[in-house]
């Protein structure tokens, strides 16, 4: 990971111009599309415009100049042309065309046809009145002579499969663009589905604390008070307060640095060695390179919770637990090691244990959650006895944000 935090998106994150299919990238290009593909109407005018500006360059170069020898009445009707197909488009097949979108299979091309069809005519009525207007009504005279009729409709034969030709054309892009705006929409709406449902999943993962430990901080806080240990009972009322707040403030989809992690833990053990006395010993074996590290948040406590469940609460005395943290090259390791009595010689029978492997099926999805698969979670058994969790992570820190 090139940067430390987790990046969150929701719909309401994705601002006007930043919409489109270059949402993550950078650089003044991909910005000029987002830009572009943001909105749609825009998009279509700028399309409309520069699509029929073109087509008036093209009638320029074939019709104007290699027919008509480009004079100024041959460029008027270029552009009379080119305004009449913009025109048509704009006014007459947009608006058809986008009801026809509504509606199923075989109307939608009905409609498109018999649409295209009444505007290629219209078209070419419009354009036969224009070019009567610049050089006289007697081209339809010898037009009606050389097809051997006077009926109008007939006599606009000879420009239909062009003006058919170009709305079809026109209709392809529009219907084509439209389709891909709507499949791009619906795919960021699934790559952000996907997204959330990940942080969801993140959330439920990270704030599953175990009742447990609630009950038996609570259950010793109430022998204190009935001991008349109003001292002991008040600091382990704050030690809890401080961890859970803590626990709660924390996002689950961001890191902090494995020096706040530790303060963290140091919280939760503190209520810990209030309950077990001097039947818990705890060693922190931090590099000090590794204390600006990157961590997910309380990523190491369901390893510690279940030291202390299945390790630590089954001894009468002498229970110890180890936290390490070093750097190994690119990589952060940490590590969870206790001396319990109960340790299985196969380690990963624990992740199958619907009893006791809930937490350390935990810390395992959350790590490949965060890193996907850039990330390892191990258990491994210590001599002479004990377990140890351990985790391997990219070397995060404040450098390489």
Known sequence: MNKPETVKMSAADIAPDRAGPFISDQGRSRQWMNWFFADKGRMFWILQTAGWLGFFALHILSVSTFVAGRTSIALLYSAASSLIGFLTTSILARPIYRFARRQGPILILSIVIISTIAMAVLMSAMKAQTFGFLIGQEWMELNGDNLGTINYLL?????????????????????????????????????????????????????????????NTLNAISTLVLEQDGKQANAMLTQLSAFLRYSLDSDPLQKTTLAEEVRALELYLAIEKTRFGDRLTVTFDIEEETKDAYVPSLILQPAIENAIKYAIAQMESGGEITIIAKREGGALVLKVCDNGLNAPEDPAALLRNVKTGVGLVNMRDRLNYLYQGRAEFSLCHVDPQGLCVSLRMPFENRGQK
């Open 155 to 215: 006599l606009l034969l000879p420009s239909m499969p062009a003006n058919l030709f170009l709305l079809g054309s026109w209709a392809g892009f529009y219907f084509g663009i439209n389709y891909y705006l709507k499949l791009r929409n619906e795919m960021e709406r699934t790559i952000l589905s996907a997204r959330l449902a990940d942080q969801a999943q993140l959330k439920m993962l990270r704030y599953q604390l175990n009742p447990h430990f609630l009950f």
